[in-house]
């Protein structure tokens, strides 16, 4: 993801707290490195300062990111920083399946392999970027569409025994059956308050993505960019600092 402009999503006059207290695992799927670290990273580092598990799923290395640099060096490179930022807010695995940056496309491969990461991990809750064409920085990138897309369809296909069947009989992953769906960078209904020190590291992890955002003349700092996300969180939640956020029930 990368804003060049004003991030803040559009808030709504108020929203409520997120209730988290029954959540113990929460597994965010994202198209690229960078893509959790514009405010999603600092309700991690909020949620496994409480215990909570997170893991991450990045559909690609992020290749195809850096204009004047070959994608043969920018794909470990990215996917250095992104181990970075992932311990500094307390991620417990980091998995990047390597599919193809820039085109990615919503279909059963992509779902397939979704479903299988949800299998595994077994969480209570999938974050993933939204998948609206229009977003309040701009028109939405092919790839946080795609994603955005398969990751819905993915919960459902996870928790149909009858759908990629081999996941069961060959890898023995069963059916799962994920409660929440939480959504960044669109109209939130809820709020994940966050402390100054989730904040603080929420900045720290955008900033661990060093050649990347060098390579971006015209990217706001990072410090000045988490604070406007997660101070618009906080007025529309009624506290200091939030993560706005769509939270659906799925099941
Ligand atoms: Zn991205």
Redo the contacts with the bound molecule.
Sequence with gaps: ??LHESTAPGQPASIELFDDTDIRRILCV???P??MEYGASAAVAEWTARGIEVDYVLLTA?EA?IRDQDPGEVGPLRAEEQRAACHLVGVSGLTILDLPDGLLEADLTTRAEIARQIRRVKPDAVLC?TWELETPWGLN?A??RATGLAVVDAIRDADNPWLFRSQRVDEGLDAWSTRWLLVTGTTPTHGVELSERSVELGIASLEAHEVYLAALPDHIPPRELITQVTRGGGEAAGVDFALGVRAIRMG
């Design positions: 993801m990368t994202v198209a690229h960078d893509d992020g990111g970027t990138h790839d946080h």
